[in-house]
């Protein structure tokens, strides 16, 4: 029987299966997290998850985040039975929110930072049994890999401009910290990320540049306006449409070719490779191929660059294998690499070697931010583009997670750049 959001499986099932045995073992475990992470979970009845009978939550400025459990037993039978979906799902059908006064990445953050202690290490034993697998229709093959970019990217062009910048670049801004973040536009610190990912692969004038991944044409524009001519690959119609028509509207369509087209079939030769966070759609089964498709395409003394989303290494084998909310209904197909498993792959089946790393994690934080409030903000127009409810509690909850992800330091983000030679990590 498929389950729905408003409906978590056992409430389907009231006669059959009139008590969740698993649900009440989930209300167990998270009585167990509340008591190792400092947030209060405030029950309907104004009672405190975990704590003494009569605690209440703290109404002071300093007070610990609030989350209010809207429909308690939804929430424990969705943990009991995706743990790691159900939370998201839940926040989607409106079964818990953040308290009053409390932000969400603020509520998040605090489970962000104690990811691997919140749960009791005799518990973390069950992971195996808890764990689903990814399922094999996210594969990213050429043809999966069409399917899995357009479920994200080609949602409306109407819904990214809505909250992105006049850059219309979604992926992290770098900030400068010679004056405060807050003096700074995200479209300026979008502008200095794109400049510094050109600089880092040595874009100039007569340059030819493979672009994998073209967003909405930003990178493209900026190397072309360096004199570079620029070949720029995307799976999404609804970018390569938009990107095609900002192009065109800087006067640089004869330097700029936007093909919709993925990176396996590429041909040609080049100067320098550039890719900005296109790798998180690449799946660990295809990285080989990715790297190798850069190797292939440089020309002798060519430089690839990659900006990246990055876990640690011990917690990509730890989740590698693992299907995830951000899978199932953000990015499907996506995994975040680790620095050590670019090294690893580019070292057994190419040439290429990492040269230089350059990390900014908190930038991305700051961008996510300034993202989530734009979309809130908007979301009386988002809302006209035909996005319900339930939509905007997902988004606001993936921005607010990712964020959380960021400031935490469980999520960095870094340009890389690779050369043939063997080179100095720096």
């Known amino acids: 029987m498929t389950t729905t959001l408003s409906q978590p499986i056992c409430l ?6 009139p008590i969740c045995v698993r649900s009440i073992i989930a209300r167990s475990v998270l009585e167990s997290v509340c008591r190792r992470v400092p947030v209060d979970v405030l029950m309907p009845d104004g009672e405190l998850l975990g704590k003494r009978r009569g605690a209440t939550a703290s109404t002071e400025p300093t007070a610990r985040p609030v989350l209010e459990l809207v429909r308690p037993t939804a929430v424990f039978e969705r943990l009991a039975h995706s743990p790691k979906i159900g939370i998201g799902e839940g926040y989607m059908a409106g079964d818990w929110r953040a308290g009053s006064g409390t932000d969400l990445a603020e509520l998040l953050l605090p489970f962000a930072e104690r990811l691997t202690t919140a749960v009791p290490p005799s518990l ?25 970019i357009s479920a994200h990217y080609d949602l409306s062009n109407d819904l990214f401009s809505a909250f992105l910048d006049q850059t219309m670049s979604y992926s992290s801004g770098l900030f400068t910290d010679e004056i405060p973040w807050a003096h700074q536009s995200l479209e300026e610190a979008q502008l200095r990320k794109v400049n510094a990912i050109l600089d880092l692969a040595e874009v100039r004038a007569g340059s030819r540049v493979l672009e994998i991944g073209t967003g909405w044409g930003t990178l493209a524009i900026e190397a072309a306006r360096r004199g570079a001519h620029v070949t720029t690959l995307t799976l999404s119609t609804e970018q390569a449409a938009l990107a095609a028509d900002r192009v065109a ?9 936007i093909r919709l087209q993925d990176y396996r079939e590429a ?6 490779i550039v890719s900005v966070e296109m790798i998180e759609a690449v799946g660990e089964e295809y990285w080989p191929t990715y790297f190798a498709t850069l190797d292939q ?16 290494h011990d917690r990509l084998l730890a989740t590698r294998n693992s299907f995830g909310w951000i899978q199932k209904h953000i990015f499907p197909g996506g995994l975040i690499p680790s620095l050590t498993a670019i090294e690893n792959t580019t070292t057994a089946g190419t040439e290429l070697r990492v040269a230089k790393v350059h990390a900014f994690g908190p930038h991305y934080a700051e961008t996510l931010r300034r993202w989530r409030d734009t979309f809130m903000a908007r979301w009386p127009q988002i809302r006209t583009y035909g996005f319900d409810a339930e939509f905007r509690r997902k988004w606001e909850f993936y921005l607010a ?22 080179g100095t990590l720096a």
């Open 124 to 148: 973390q034993r069950l992971r195996g049994v808890a764990d689903r697998r990814i399922p094999k229709e996210q594969t990213n093959s050429i043809t999966g890999s069409r399917t899995n």
């Open 249 to 257: 509207a800087e006067g640089l369509s004869g330097s700029v070719d």
């Open 401 to 422: 997670y990712c964020e959380a992800g960021f400031r935490s330091g469980y999520l960095d983000v870094a340009q890389v750049r690779l050369e043939r030679s063997t």
């Open 297 to 312: 395409r440089l020309a002798p003394g060519g430089i690839a660059a990659i900006q990246a989303i990055l876990m640690s």
């Open 267 to 272: 041909t040609g030769s080049f100067d320098a």
């Open 12 to 17: 389907r099932q009231p006669i059959l299966r």
